[in-house]
């Protein structure tokens, strides 16, 4: 046993505890009842937990702004746009962008999800297992924007690697140093950036019907988008659309894995899939937590934040609070009102929030359609990673 | 029964259209757009279950 995750003594947490990515809602429990703002442990950075004060955070970004320094957090040269730009000028980009990830676009996109998860599902359902995050979790989410951007599928594994490097330096590593993290970061943000200038020039000359076309073409206010806006807003999409969806579809296929009963509701009744994406969004939370950065000193509760400090709003408590949910520890494909925050709220809300929903449905449908019983490995260990919670490892079983 | 949305603090969420199509449309950036601000009785539960799943309590009903 290592020391507690949560110390209300010291009022600090250990986001980066391997436990609590792999079962977060007991710590996030405690956390809203001993220490609603705590401290992180190493960063001392604040960690709010409570429904109410996290959305009210996220309402006011003119206090707690999303301009966080970037350079600490991934190998950025800039902000991402818009992800780390504070409305008004964020709100100018997503008008722009936002069409572009509407319900009624993503919608056309269903067949060839579809079509590609039974690709995926085909190669491995014969043999009575898979690991699921690399045979399924990681190919289906990132094939699909890649096609969405106009971008070339036989890449993939380029795109995957640069992801990691940015998000999880880690990665199949034995132990880093800080100092070494940082640069397979910078090395990866590097990377990317050569990638898209290359790409940019390559659609300048010959533009195509796609995404990053249409961005070289785009205006705000009478005035073309800059080469440098373009790059930012490419890498945002880059790591949000790799990885959100992959590490959403682990959480939820290790929930039904390891919960028959509810698993076996959705295979009887497919046709409450969509709310139990939403049920099951609110109760795993993948993204746990957002950063953003104080504009001034603040009060919440009798916490005082300082001017500059980096804060976790962590989504994960908030949409386990049961302040805010009737029953919050349950988990219930039929619930009616599920306002719940693994989008974010306010300014802010996930650009792909259409996409990754209809992502989750369609592969929750196609999954249980084609492999309706399924478990962990016995005597296998998942493993998950912390921050976004990725299943990196979820070996499961079925008969043949 | 009355339907009001305020467009200043709608961001495009889509729960009500999705869960209510026949009170609330999308228009092309995504965000909502009222199709029925008097609700016939029939459409009342969708019109309040659209409402209630609003994440940012941008609709109003009554």
Not at chain 1, 104 to 120: C, G, Q, W
Not at chain 1, 139 to 161: H, I, Q
Not at chain 1, 229 to 249: H, N, R, S, W, Y
């Amino acid at each position: 046993m290592g020391p507690p995750i949560v110390d209300p003594e010291t009022g600090t947490v250990s986001l980066f505890d391997p436990e609590f990515a792999r079962c977060p809602q007991p710590v996030y429990a405690e956390l809203r009842r001993r220490c609603p703002v705590a401290r992180a442990a190493f960063t001392e950075s604040p960690v709010v937990s409570r429904y109410e004060d996290v959305v009210w955070a996220l309402r006011h970004p003119e206090i707690f702004s999303s301009a966080v320094d970037t350079r600490l957090v991934l190998g950025t040269e800039r902000p991402m746009i818009p992800q780390q730009i504070d409305p008004p000028a964020q709100t100018r980009y997503r008008k722009l962008l936002d069409p572009h990830f509407s319900r009624k676009r993503m919608a056309a996109l269903v067949p060839e999800i579809r079509r590609h998860a039974n690709a995926l599902i085909d190669a491995f359902v014969d043999a009575g297992r898979c690991e699921f995050d690399e045979q399924f979790a990681i190919p289906l989410p990132c094939t699909a924007f890649l096609a969405l951007l106009g971008l070339p599928a036989d890449r993939l594994d380029f795109f995957l690697e640069i992801k990691d490097g940015i998000i999880r330096p880690q990665k199949g590593r034995d132990a880093m140093t800080l100092e070494q993290m940082k640069e397979v970061r910078v090395e990866s943000g590097r990377k990317s950036y050569a990638f898209f200038e290359e790409t940019l020039d390559e659609r300048s000359a010959a533009p195509r019907d796609d995404l990053l076309s249409t961005l070289l073409r785009a205006e705000i206010d009478g005035e073309r988008l800059t080469r440098s806006e373009i790059l930012d807003i490419c890498f945002l999409l880059l790591l949000a659309g790799l990885d959100t969806v992959t590490a959403t579809l682990g959480c939820n296929v290790a929930y039904l894995a390891s919960n028959p009963s509810q698993r076996r509701r959705l295979v009887e009744d497919p046709s409450l899939v969509p709310s139990a994406v939403e049920e099951l969004l609110r109760w795993e939370t993948p993204v746990t937590g957002v950063p953003r950065v104080a504009k001034r000193d603040v009060t919440i509760g009798d916490f005082e934040i300082k001017e500059g400090e980096l804060v976790t709003l962590l989504l994960g408590a908030a949409n386990t609070d049961d302040e805010h949910f009737p029953e919050a520890q349950r988990v219930d494909f039929a619930r009616e009102r599920n306002v719940h925050t693994a989008f974010g709220v306010g300014a802010h809300r996930c650009l792909g929030s259409h996409l990754a929903r209809m992502e989750l449905q369609v592969a929750l449908e196609e999954w249980h359609r084609r492999i309706p019983d399924y478990r962990i490995e016995p005597g296998q260990t998942p493993r998950v990673s912390p921050g976004i919670r990725e299943f990196m490892y979820l070996p499961l079983v079925w008969d043949v | 029964m009355r339907v009001s949305v305020d467009a200043a603090k709608c961001v495009g969420h889509g729960r009500c259209y999705v869960l209510a199509p026949d009170v609330f449309g999308e228009d092309e950036q995504g965000h909502c757009v009222l199709l029925e601000a008097d609700v016939p009785p029939e459409l009342e539960d969708q019109a309040r279950l659209g409402a209630d799943n609003c994440p940012e309590s941008a609709i109003r009903i009554g």
